[in-house]
């Protein structure tokens, strides 16, 4: 997965980054890749692996070094209950991260992460 990006302390220059060589992350499938800012300037790429994991690269403000690499972790009865392509983001005004998507018999699911509550799914169908 390549990645231009851009923030304010880079001047007028953009970075490109292969997320995968460079960071062992693994790659996203083209249909389910998503972006979300947060409110206190963290940059998240997000999508769905071959194996069907849902995959967040993130970067936040002040912190040096890489991007970090993290499986969006729900407690789902099956796996129909996560999403699976189409993915689409949002991040609310107080902070709540929601990621959209289709998941494998059509449900439309939201992945949503609520500060100090985690991650949790919903069935929206």
């Given amino acids: 997965m390549i990645v231009t990006w851009w923030v304010p302390t880079f001047g007028g220059e953009w970075r490109k980054n292969d ?21 206190w300037g963290g940059l998240n790429v997000g999508g769905v692996t071959d194996d069907g994991r849902v995959v967040v690269y993130w970067w936040v403000p002040g912190f040096e070094g890489n991007w970090n690499i993290d499986t969006i972790n729900v407690q789902a009865a099956d796996a129909r209950e996560l999403p699976a392509r189409h993915l689409k983001s949002h991040v609310a005004q107080d902070g709540t991260f929601h990621v959209v998507g289709v998941g494998r018999f059509g449900d439309v699911l939201d992945m949503r992460w609520t500060p100090g509550e985690g991650w949790r799914v919903e069935d929206l169908s």
Avoid: D, I, K, N
């Fill in 19 to 39: 997320f995968t060589a460079q960071f062992g992350g693994p790659a996203l499938r083209a249909e389910s890749v998503t972006s979300y800012v947060t409110p």
